[in-house]
Structure formats: structure tokens, C-alpha cells
């Protein structure tokens, strides 16, 4: 079956190449397989762009990942966006992440397009409070009103079965169905973003699967404490410091990387007084596949996340790797 040029085009936006390659990769790759689809991912230029236009057409967007206030680079972007879809008139766009799903139903409103928004993670935005937190109830009244409406012959017909949204918490989903009127028949709840295949293929790598004994009846076994996720004091870096720094005796590796986007981030300068302080704890930065590729012996993740997302992948390939995690309720949804 010979694909149709315009008629048959996906689009998958996020405000990341590495979070659409990270998280939407095993999508892209069935898409692909498909083949009756040109899937076409929208995102800002880094180093996972080259990675995505191995299994899609990858179009530089630029869009700021910061909470910055400059309407200008807003509306410039949201002008890219359209111009986009005026030229590529995708058949379905899946959008990610609060400002890209903003620009997304804005546009999406504009052509009548068919549209997946997904919110994988509110974080801290639905504790703000003042300025902050009205902003925020604007953007989502706005794209709620936008999904459930489009623009046919220069009027503007409702059309509630227009735009699906999928939530990976429920905490967020309730209240953002407090603000705007989703049909259920319209919202997914869906925990976390799986974990790749490759994990289920390669885990009798773990250590923690080749032992046939339960080590934690045993004494004077050395654990090592893992850190996995971005560098954010809200997903519990500073506690896991705290934690790690209390036992002198074991070894702590910490896999992940600054957020220059984010206030909520470690600085370069706070890493180095923790390496200074803490001999025991290891920083080694942004690593792939970090649980699966280290051989480290008697590894136990450790997750104090408060932020508010769904499952974290890194539980998810933690218990698919069958590896110990210790996890703050509010990271289990």
C-alpha cells in the first residue's frame, strides 16, 4: 500500500529531542514498521536529534524547556509551529509537556487537527501559588477550550471527540478535570511510559538475578545506593545526599544530569562541594541505560521524589531488572 504524502503524517512534539527519544522511541520504531505512516517529530535541536531522524523525519523547533516570562519567543514559536503544520498538514499530532501542549491546541484548533495530549508530569506547577498559579489555570482553561473546538469554513464548530488526553498520574488528572470538562470517554490514565524491550532481553546480566540467596538476611553485605533522574531537589536529589552521606561505609552513584532550564536544579558549583564532602558518593553525570549497562554489585535504587509525575521510569527498569527500590509514596502515583 503506497502511502499517502500528507494524509497519513503523525507528528510526536515535546519541548526535548531527548525526551521524545527517551521516552517515545519503541513508538516512533512501531509507527515505522507500520509503514503507513510518515511520522514526523517536532522538537528543539540537542544531542538526541540525530538519533531521531534515524526513524523520523526530525524538524528543528525552537522552544525554551525554562519557565521564562518572554511573550516574544512564545509567539515565535507558536508562529513556527503553524507554519509546520500548514505545510505538512499532519493527520495526528501527540503532543507532551505543558507549554508545547499549550502551542499544540492553539494550532491544532486553528487547522481542525485531530490531537493526543499527553501530560506526563505536573511536577510542582499545582502548588504555586499567587501570579504563578493563575497563569498556569489560564493556560489550562485555554486548552481546554481549544481541544473541544476547531475552525471549519471561518466558524468555530465544537467537536468534543477532536482531542484525546492521556495522564500518567491521577492526582493530576483530577485536577486538571477540575479546572476544564474532559469527556471520559476522552481521558487515559496511564502510569508511567513502560520500559524498553532490550531490559526484558538483557536482564540476567543483573546481579541481582544470578544470586539464588536473599542478602539482605546476610550481614556485612555492602549495598549501593543508586540515584537515577534528573538533578532536581523536588525528585529528591538533596535527600538522597542526606541518606547517602549517612552511610559513610557504602558506596552511592548518582546518574543523571543538571537542568539548566530548571531553578528546582543542582549547580555545577553544588556538585563540586558534595564530591568534596562526600567521598563515598559518585556523580557520573548523564549515563544510558545506567542500571543495565553498570556492573555494580548489590545495587538498590533509591527514588525521594516529591515531584509529582507518573511511575518513573526508573523504577520501572529497576523491577525489571528485579533491583531493590526504596520509593517515596508520592513517586509510586
Known sequence: MKKEVNSRTIFIIANSSWYINHYRRNLLKK???????????????????????????NIPWRISRSGNKNLLRLIISLFRLILIFRSLKPRLVHSHTLKTNFLTAITSFIFGTRCVISFAGLGQITNSRGIKRILFILIIKTIGFLSSRQIEN???????????????????????????????????????????????????????????????KEKNIEFHLIYLGRLLKSK???????VASSYTNLNASVFGSIDLSSNDSLKKDDIK????????????GFVKDPLLNNRIKNPILVIPSTYGEGLPRGIIEALALDIPVISSKEATC
Not at 507500520?34 to 522538537?43: E, P, Q
Not at 538526541?48 to 523520523?56: C, N, P, Y
Open 273 to 284: 562541594i558534595f564530591k568534596n564532602n562526600y567521598p563515598n558518593i559518585h556523580f557520573h
Open 236 to 242: 529528591g536529589i538533596l535527600t538522597f545526599i542526606q
Open 31 to 57: 509507527l515505522k514498521s507500520l509503514d503507513l505512516y510518515n511520522v514526523v517529530t517536532i522538537s528543539p535541536l540537542d544531542e538526541h536529534s540525530k538519533d531521531l531522524s534515524k526513524i523520523s523525519l
Open 154 to 216: 471561518q466558524h468555530i464548530l465544537k467537536n468534543e471527540k477532536r482531542t484525546a488526553f492521556i495522564f500518567q498520574n491521577k492526582k493530576d488528572m483530577q485536577f486538571i478535570k477540575k479546572i476544564i470538562k474532559i469527556p471520559d470517554s476522552n481521558t487515559h490514565l496511564i502510569f508511567g511510559s513502560g520500559v524498553p524491550n532490550h531490559f526484558l532481553k538483557t536482564r540476567n546480566n543483573n546481579h541481582w538475578i544470578k544470586i539464588k540467596r536473599d542478602l539482605f
